[in-house]
């Protein structure tokens, strides 16, 4: 079983970019999947989730309206679209599914 977080990088303030948890090992398609983000210094935190057809998502306060979660059952992999970076965006961000977790990709919004 593995979930492989990819797409992290530096993005100036006010910047977009798309984070990609592919997962593989087992019945990806049936799971909700959940992002959470841990910013230097804090705890971790709830960003966004979605339900196994990609029907329903919730998503932080903090981040609600800047962000979307979707998801491709076909390419087993589910994506966070993130517009208007902010600073206190920048974390490790980290996807969950089925109680399996990723190694997490690092994302810097910093000018």
């Known amino acids: 079983v593995q979930l492989v977080e990819s797409g992290g990088g530096l993005v100036q303030p006010g910047g977009s970019l798309r984070i990609s948890c592919a997962a593989s090992?087992?019945?990806?398609?049936?799971?909700?999947v959940r992002w959470f983000r841990q910013g230097p210094g804090k705890e971790r935190e709830f960003v966004a989730s979605?339900?196994?057809?990609?029907?329903?998502?919730s998503y932080a306060d903090s981040v609600k309206g800047r962000f979307a979660i979707s998801r491709d059952n076909a390419q087993n992999t589910v994506y966070l679209q993130m517009n208007n970076l902010k600073p206190e965006d920048t974390a490790v961000y980290y996807c969950s599914g089925n109680n399996y977790w990723g190694q997490g990709t690092q994302v810097t919004v910093s000018s």
């Open positions: 979605i339900n196994w057809s990609g029907s329903t998502t």
């Open positions: 090992g087992f019945r990806f398609s049936v799971y909700s």
